[in-house]
């Protein structure tokens, strides 16, 4: 075998399927890249192409446009040069980076008792799929609520090796919280952190479309269930309304099991 042949053979697959979250992300990416930049779409399109060493007119400029503004959907071809160019870029506001930090912030890095982290427990990692009922009643998140939660809303993971960085990312598949839940439509992904106020569970992130923020005021209950409230940063079209907020909603994180997705 050949040096060429072996270094083929030892190159991470190419990606040449995205999802409707992980075309979100990519979106997300290459718009906050152009942003901090202050470019335009062409001066984006050419920087994917050098950055892929692929000619421009592969990279057609109303395609990346379209993709851009969420405009139908861009073939999965397309996608791979994008990808792989934000693949390449800097790694900046990273979720995990911002957990440490913001546990740091609220002091949950100092040590505890015994001289663990006073931060979340390792048990809080995991893939949770999480249902919605709306509710009229203040916040409150210290007591059991027998509410069955049946609308289907989100998943969400929880990821970290250190108890002091436990990052947040959530997929959310039914954002207007309608039953029966759409098979598709409009999807919103969020990314940020989970802290541990024992009980309190604090969830804060943003969604990276339009850099909202959301919150999450959860309690662990039996089997690992966590539930409580949360609630979301109006939309901008949306801020004329008296409140720039959404109202609390019930929400239920139920964990799903290694064996349940196999």
Not at 227 to 243: I, K, N, Q, S, W
């Amino acid at each position: 075998m050949s040096d060429a042949q072996a270094a083929t053979r030892k190159r991470a697959p190419r990606k040449t399927q995205f999802n409707l979250a992980e075309r979100e992300r990519l979106r997300a990416a290459l718009r906050n890249y152009m942003q901090e930049n202050r470019i335009g779409v062409p001066a984006l399109q050419l920087r994917i192409a050098e950055g892929t060493d692929r000619s421009p007119d592969l990279l057609p400029l109303k395609t990346l446009q379209r993709f851009l503004a969420d405009c139908g959907r861009t073939n999965d071809a397309f996608l791979q040069p994008c990808f792989q160019f934000a693949q390449s870029l800097p790694s900046t506001g990273r979720s995990d980076d911002f957990a440490r930090e913001l546990a740091g912030y609220f002091g949950l890095l100092a040590a505890g008792e015994g001289g663990t982290p006073r931060s979340a427990p390792v048990r809080f990692a995991g893939r949770y799929k999480v249902s919605a009922k709306r509710r009229e009643r203040k916040v409150r998140v210290f007591e059991g609520d027998e509410t069955e939660f049946a609308l289907g809303y989100s998943t969400c993971t929880v990821q970290g090796n250190e108890q002091a960085r436990f990052s947040f990312r959530e997929d959310v598949f039914n954002p207007g919280m309608v039953d029966p839940v759409p098979a598709s439509g409009a999807r919103h992904s969020f990314e940020g952190a989970l802290l541990f106020f024992d009980p309190l569970v604090f969830v804060v992130a943003k969604n990276l479309l339009t850099r909202l923020p959301r919150a999450y005021w959860l309690r662990e209950f039996e089997g690992g269930t966590l539930m409580g409230y949360g609630m979301e940063a109006a939309f901008l079209h949306e801020t004329d309304t008296a409140r720039p907020y959404s109202n609390p909603v019930d929400f239920s994180f139920e964990r799903i099991h290694e064996e349940a997705t196999s």
